[in-house]
Protein backbone atom coordinates (compact mmCIF):
# COMPACT_ATOMS: atom_id res chain seq x y z
CA UNK A 1 0.00 0.00 0.00
CA UNK A 2 1.10 3.76 -0.67
CA UNK A 3 -0.52 6.63 0.80
CA UNK A 4 -0.49 9.71 -0.91
CA UNK A 5 -1.44 13.01 0.51
CA UNK A 6 -1.42 16.11 -1.87
CA UNK A 7 -1.27 19.48 -0.34
CA UNK A 8 -0.38 23.34 -1.77
CA UNK A 9 -3.67 23.75 -3.50
CA UNK A 10 -5.26 27.35 -3.75
CA UNK A 11 -7.15 30.29 -4.68
CA UNK A 12 -4.65 31.99 -7.05
CA UNK A 13 -5.70 34.84 -10.10
CA UNK A 14 -4.65 34.26 -13.66
CA UNK A 15 -1.04 34.11 -14.30
CA UNK A 16 -0.05 33.07 -10.78
CA UNK A 17 2.09 30.42 -9.81
CA UNK A 18 1.69 27.38 -7.01
CA UNK A 19 3.42 24.18 -6.27
CA UNK A 20 1.66 21.11 -5.12
CA UNK A 21 3.41 18.58 -3.37
CA UNK A 22 2.57 14.90 -3.08
CA UNK A 23 4.08 13.17 0.36
CA UNK A 24 3.89 9.59 0.08
CA UNK A 25 4.31 6.72 2.82
CA UNK A 26 4.20 3.16 2.83
CA UNK A 27 5.92 0.92 0.46
CA UNK A 28 8.88 2.00 -1.57
CA UNK A 29 8.03 5.38 -3.26
CA UNK A 30 11.16 4.80 -5.89
CA UNK A 31 9.39 1.90 -6.64
CA UNK A 32 6.78 3.53 -8.54
CA UNK A 33 6.22 5.87 -11.42
CA UNK A 34 3.89 9.21 -10.79
CA UNK A 35 1.00 11.12 -12.42
CA UNK A 36 -0.86 14.13 -11.73
CA UNK A 37 -4.18 14.59 -12.68
CA UNK A 38 -7.07 17.07 -12.67
CA UNK A 39 -10.79 16.80 -12.52
CA UNK A 40 -13.09 19.96 -13.24
CA UNK A 41 -16.53 19.69 -11.73
CA UNK A 42 -18.65 18.14 -14.16
CA UNK A 43 -16.03 16.69 -16.61
CA UNK A 44 -13.60 13.45 -16.13
CA UNK A 45 -10.47 13.06 -14.50
CA UNK A 46 -7.52 14.17 -17.44
CA UNK A 47 -4.01 13.84 -17.25
CA UNK A 48 -1.67 16.51 -16.55
CA UNK A 49 2.06 15.53 -15.84
CA UNK A 50 4.11 12.24 -15.17
CA UNK A 51 7.67 11.14 -13.81
CA UNK A 52 9.13 8.25 -14.28
CA UNK A 53 10.58 6.39 -10.88
CA UNK A 54 13.89 7.77 -11.61
CA UNK A 55 12.87 11.09 -13.16
CA UNK A 56 14.26 9.74 -16.66
CA UNK A 57 11.31 10.65 -18.41
CA UNK A 58 8.16 13.17 -18.08
CA UNK A 59 5.44 13.56 -19.55
CA UNK A 60 2.63 16.60 -20.03
CA UNK A 61 -0.20 17.24 -21.07
CA UNK A 62 -0.49 19.62 -24.17
CA UNK A 63 -2.72 21.93 -22.61
CA UNK A 64 0.18 22.40 -19.63
CA UNK A 65 3.22 21.81 -21.66
CA UNK A 66 5.91 24.74 -21.21
CA UNK A 67 3.48 26.36 -18.06
CA UNK A 68 3.83 23.22 -15.50
CA UNK A 69 6.91 21.15 -14.19
CA UNK A 70 6.74 17.83 -12.64
CA UNK A 71 9.43 16.55 -10.33
CA UNK A 72 10.20 14.63 -7.50
CA UNK A 73 12.36 13.56 -4.76
CA UNK A 74 13.33 10.34 -3.71
CA UNK A 75 14.72 10.79 -1.36
CA UNK A 76 11.63 13.09 0.51
CA UNK A 77 9.23 10.32 -0.83
CA UNK A 78 7.68 13.56 -2.43
CA UNK A 79 6.54 14.37 -5.88
CA UNK A 80 5.72 18.22 -7.16
CA UNK A 81 3.79 19.93 -9.77
CA UNK A 82 5.35 23.46 -10.42
CA UNK A 83 2.42 25.22 -12.01
CA UNK A 84 3.31 28.50 -13.40
CA UNK A 85 0.85 31.13 -15.74
CA UNK A 86 -2.40 29.59 -14.61
CA UNK A 87 -4.98 30.21 -16.46
CA UNK A 88 -8.84 30.01 -15.22
CA UNK A 89 -9.29 26.78 -17.38
CA UNK A 90 -6.52 25.25 -14.54
CA UNK A 91 -9.38 25.62 -12.18
CA UNK A 92 -10.07 21.77 -10.86
CA UNK A 93 -9.28 19.36 -8.50
CA UNK A 94 -5.50 18.28 -8.58
CA UNK A 95 -4.78 14.68 -7.48
CA UNK A 96 -1.62 12.47 -7.68
CA UNK A 97 -1.04 9.11 -8.21
CA UNK A 98 1.58 6.59 -7.96
CA UNK A 99 1.83 3.31 -10.20
CA UNK A 100 2.72 2.19 -13.93
CA UNK A 101 3.76 5.52 -16.31
CA UNK A 102 1.00 6.42 -18.75
CA UNK A 103 -1.66 8.93 -19.44
CA UNK A 104 -4.75 6.70 -18.43
CA UNK A 105 -5.79 6.38 -14.80
CA UNK A 106 -6.21 3.23 -14.59
CA UNK A 107 -2.58 2.13 -15.02
CA UNK A 108 -2.11 3.57 -11.12
CA UNK A 109 -3.09 1.81 -8.52
CA UNK A 110 -3.08 4.83 -5.57
CA UNK A 111 -4.64 7.93 -5.37
CA UNK A 112 -4.40 11.10 -3.16
CA UNK A 113 -7.47 12.35 -1.77
CA UNK A 114 -7.01 15.48 -4.04
CA UNK A 115 -5.97 19.39 -3.21
CA UNK A 116 -8.22 22.47 -5.01
CA UNK A 117 -6.92 24.83 -7.33
CA UNK A 118 -9.08 27.71 -8.24
CA UNK A 119 -7.61 30.23 -10.65
CA UNK A 120 -9.66 33.70 -11.01
CA UNK A 121 -9.68 35.87 -13.84
Known amino acids: QVQLVESGGGLVQAGGSLRLSCAAS????????MGWFRQAPGKEREFVAAISRNSGSTYYADSVKGRFTISRDNAKNTVYLQMNSLKPEDTAVYYC??????????????WGQGTQVTVSS
Open 97 to 110: AAGRLSYYPHNYNY
Open 26 to 33: GRTFSGYD
